[in-house]
């Protein structure tokens, strides 16, 4: 059509043309093996195993399966480190498309401007480092101030039916167009990038079925923190949350790719929606009408199969339902997704939870909320304010998702608006969303920020345990702005305008796509050349070192391992490896584990971080110096954690930190997947309590041992012996999920360790 401004060339169109070729046979192979109706999470799934004759009805939540998918996305954080694997490894090139999104590092501070500048430079060799492997290896190089991982993967990488994987827990932003698109680890990655089999546990499905149509202020956002508040942010661990029902075909394919982004929130492996015309028009608009030609040729199978919508329960692990058409805005914080309410309850809340009612910062865009529908929202708001003369009433920052939104924005005079309001326009990037922001004035004190991302842990934005975040849909955050306090809500108050009358904000109106079609710009994408031979890290820079690889297992039991740390309550890998200034530090692990579970709730010495009981020495130390304590006199421990440990960010650090500060067993009541996964490709050895009230067992200088490890099976449990002080002792039994491949890397010291072999073979 004529308003398609096409970027660039479809990128990996071969790849993609061979996929929609091949689907009907892989999906007939799917179809013999499982024998029976399919949802449309098995469809895509089970279309991309790495052995399609493998293809069987899979036992959910209870096995695990090898995928190949099509396509890796990495963003500048995790990337260094799957990319230093991957070198230890020594592939000539990558096996499958794979792209570095240079987005985590850059500076949210005065502008995108002089922040792209200073972060360049800070960055450079970092930038470099990414820059030349990608160039090397085959791999596409988007720069720093291009956009978001998750944005630039949606309007460039995603497709119907396609499965991604990607180095960032916000992955399944892209499962927006109709794929399935998955957060990893970067050993994972490495393992994609090698072209060998991608594992992962056959997840539940859990159907949510949406009726009705959104109305007034309410958003997709607002589907995704209602269902948090129904499901937490354990309800959806190894699920894929698909959607179905007649209220899905209401929404755009950016409304879809928010809720699939934040279905990381509710732990979920990755969400889906059936192929609709809001997918087409998205495609289309972003130059890729020879994909909407070729996925409408299989659309008939890019939904569930009809038995499964009929009978949903039947083929769902768990059903839910809402009701779009009543749906209010909700308000989810502080410190947790899940902490979710009616706006229309706020107020009652700010009184009864003891809130701070004053906001003191509003945030929007990030890869969450930077859709072209979502600005030209929040900018009729913001046009509002400007009409009536009303002010923000604190500081107000908006992070676009990529340059082709951004430029878009500036041609429809969009960001103009929000200039004009006195909102600060930084560089496309996460910024404050991933704690990159010098916040001016930063209070140090209790304080309220709401903002249109999508986490709100403690210190996240701002690194400042005692700001309170909430999150809120970029119509409702433009409104706090203008409103200035937690408990205004903006379908029954009114501000005042300059002439001190009352003004009721109207609802806000915006277009799903744009109009003008897109406008052109730079993609700041780099195609590889292979030019680059050789990669050199100046060893002068301490950001950034190349990995030695880990020891192997000695084959025997583990015997009398000191506790490190015994973790009590929330431990995200936020909790395990803190941001803030540590991410400069994520290309070279020995500076980084100097904050390893820093900030973790110590259960034997409560209030006081970073305080452990060194066994050696007799006196309490920072978590990493006891751990590296014990790591001079050769000696290996132990970390034991309570429930859903590791959730949050996949950040690979906080598997890869304790394994170089020599922690080798890890003992949790329950662990998030991702880490879960992470862990056992750093050849920790990663256990769950039989019983998690044996969690209460441990004390503070117990020496812990694992025996029964010449048995060590997959489905086998194994036994701790926690060795107390007094001389007493305590059997506990404890699970693990460990598969025969898995079990090889832990006896390789890594699954790296494995691949350099089987390479070197
Ligand atoms: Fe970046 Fe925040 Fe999204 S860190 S990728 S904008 S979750």
Request: charged fraction near 25%; aromatic fraction near 8%.
């Amino acid at each position: 059509t004529k308003d398609i401004n096409v970027q660039h060339p479809i990128r990996n169109i071969e790849h993609i043309r061979a996929f929609y070729k091949n689907f009907p046979t892989r999906l007939a192979a799917v179809r013999k093996g499982f024998n029976r109706p399919l949802t449309l999470s098995e469809k895509i799934l089970y279309t991309h195993l790495y052995h399609i004759e493998d293809a069987r009805d899979f036992k959910r939540g209870h096995e695990f399966a090898n995928f190949r998918p099509d396509q890796l996305v990495m963003e500048d954080l995790t990337a260094q480190s799957a990319m230093q694997q991957f070198l230890v490894a020594e592939f000539p090139k990558v096996q499958l498309p794979s792209s570095i999104h240079c987005d985590h590092l850059t500076l949210a501070s005065e502008g995108a401007i002089k922040d792209l500048k200073v972060s360049n430079y800070d960055n450079r060799v970092t930038y470099k480092f990414l820059s030349d492997v990608s160039d090397k290896l085959g791999i596409d190089f988007w720069e720093p101030g291009a956009g978001i991982i998750h944005q630039e993967t949606l309007e460039n990488y995603a497709y119907p039916g396609c499965l991604i994987v990607g180095c960032d827990s916000h992955t399944p932003n892209g499962s927006g167009l109709g794929g399935i698109a998955i957060g990893i680890g970067g050993a994972d990655a490495v393992d994609c990038m090698s072209g060998v089999e991608w594992e992962l546990p056959v997840p539940k499905v859990i159907g949510v079925k949406l009726t009705g149509e959104l109305k007034g202020w309410s958003t997709p956002k607002d589907v995704i923190l209602k269902l948090l508040g129904i499901l937490s942010v354990k309800g959806g661990t190894n699920a894929i949350i698909e959607y179905f029902g007649p209220g899905t075909d209401t929404l755009s394919a950016t409304g879809k790719a928010t809720i699939a982004n934040m279905g990381a929130e509710l732990g979920a492996t990755s969400s889906v929606f059936p192929y609709d015309s809001h997918m087409m028009d998205y495609l289309r608009k972003t130059g890729r009408e020879e994909i909407v030609l070729m996925a409408n040729k299989i659309a008939g199978d890019l939904r569930a199969d009809k038995a499964v919508y009929e009978n949903p329960s039947k083929f769902y692990d768990q059903v839910i339902t809402i009701d779009l058409s009543t749906l209010e805005p909700q308000v989810s914080g502080p410190f947790s997704p899940d902490a979710d309410m009616n706006l229309s309850e706020m107020k009652e809340n700010v009184k009864k939870k003891g809130l701070s009612d004053k906001i003191e910062a509003v945030l929007i865009g990030s890869c969450t909320n930077s859709s072209y529908e979502d600005i030209s929202r929040a900018a009729s708001i913001a046009q509002q304010a400007l009409d009536h003369g009303i002010s923000v009433k604190c500081p107000m920052f908006l992070s676009p998702g990529s340059n082709l939104v951004k430029a878009t924005m500036d041609r429809d005079g969009l960001t103009q608006v929000f200039q004009k309001l006195g909102v600060t326009v930084l560089a496309n990037a996460c910024g404050p969303c991933v704690g990159m922001w010098n916040r001016k004035n930063n209070p140090k004190r209790k304080n309220t920020i709401v903002h249109g991302f999508n986490r709100n842990f403690r210190k996240r934005n701002d690194g400042n345990p005692l700001t309170e975040a909430f999150l809120v849909s970029p119509d409702i955050a433009v409104a706090y702005a203008l409103g200035g306090r937690l408990s205004f809500n903006p379908m029954t108050d009114t501000v005042t305008g300059k002439d001190g009358k009352a003004v009721k904000l109207e609802v806000p109106h915006g277009n799903e796509l744009p109009p003008k079609g897109f406008a052109r710009a730079g993609t700041g994408c780099h195609t590889a050349t292979f030019k680059t031979k050789v990669i050199k890290i100046d060893p002068s820079y301490d950001r950034l070192r190349l990995l030695d690889p880990f020891p192997a297992w000695n084959g025997k039991d583990i015997q009398g391992l000191p506790l490190l740390i015994k973790v009590k309550g929330k431990c995200t890998t936020d909790h395990i490896s803190p941001a803030g200034k540590w991410i400069h530090y994520v290309g070279n692990i020995s500076r980084i584990s100097d904050n390893t579970l820093s900030v973790a709730d110590n259960a034997f010495q409560p209030g006081k971080l970073d305080h452990v009981f060194n066994q050696k020495t007799g006196t309490y130390d920072k978590v990493s110096s006891v751990a590296k304590s014990y790591k001079a006199a050769n000696q290996f421990s132990c970390v034991v954690a309570d429930e859903n440990y590791g959730e949050g960010s996949s950040r690979e650090q906080a598997a890869m930190q304790p394994r170089y500060l020599n922690v080798q067993v890890i003992i949790a009541r329950s662990f998030a997947r991702i880490h879960e996964t992470n862990l056992k490709k750093q050849g920790i050895l990663a256990l769950t309590f039989a019983n998690p009230d044996d969690w209460n067992k441990v004390q503070e200088k117990d020496r812990i041992s694992v025996v029964g490890m010449k048995d060590f099976k997959p489905g086998k449990p194994l036994t701790v012996i926690l060795s107390h002080a007094d001389g007493s002792q305590d059997r506990v039994q404890v699970n693990h999920t460990y598969t025969d491949r898995q079990i090889e890397w832990f006896r390789y010291g890594s699954s790296l360790n494995m691949l350099r072999a089987q390479n070197q073979a």
